[in-house]
């Protein structure tokens, strides 16, 4: 499964924090380190490609049968 969108993309240095206990670019968060703790509990993956100027793709791999 995948979302994506053709906003104005993730600066490189933002991506590579990404999903880094405490990192965010709100006020406060942990939303995207505890998304990823589940989908590894059940063998999965997030993975988010972008590209400045052309957008963001969060892509979800979850192996069937594990949710």
Do not use: W
């Amino acid at each position: 499964m995948y979302v994506a969108d053709e906003g104005p993309g993730i600066p490189k240095e933002i991506l590579n924090s990404l999903g880094q206990p405490f990192f965010t670019t709100k006020e406060e968060g942990l939303g995207l380190l505890i998304c990823e703790k589940i989908i590894e509990d059940h063998n999965g993956k997030i993975i988010v490609e972008s590209e400045m100027g052309k957008g963001t793709i969060v892509i979800l791999r979850i192996p069937n049968g594990q949710i």
